[in-house]
């Protein structure tokens, strides 16, 4: 994989890792996307998804922080301006998959 590979990184509550990337995995597998899921550590895990729409890959990191609240999450990207367009939709999608279920009472 090169270092020019879009990368999102979102950071969220250990409680929320398990969820959240069994979210992910069942979106991936729904979307019949193909990726490869690496456990770096307990607290990081990295999905490389290959977006057949201009035969991109795009790396997602999923990283626990002890500073995101208990339902919260995070993002950062590298992800240049002459790539959004292209990825854009997918990312979107992933940040609306990977969001935490909010609990109401």
């Not at 990368?7 to 398990?18: C, K």
């Not at 940040?95 to 909010?102: G, H």
């Amino acid at each position: 994989m090169t270092d020019s590979c879009p990368t999102v990184t979102l950071y969220l509550s250990a409680a929320h890792m398990p969820t959240v990337s069994r979210q992910l995995t069942t979106y991936l597998l729904q979307e019949h996307l193909a990726f490869l899921q690496t456990f770096h550590a307990e607290h990081q895990t990295e999905f490389t998804i290959f977006y057949p729409p201009g035969d991109s890959v795009v790396r997602l990191l999923l990283q626990t922080s002890e500073s995101i609240h208990p339902v919260g999450l995070a993002a950062t990207s590298t992800v240049d301006s002459s790539r959004a367009g292209e990825i854009g939709p997918l990312l979107q999608k992933l940040l609306e998959v990977c969001k935490p279920a909010t609990h109401q009472s």
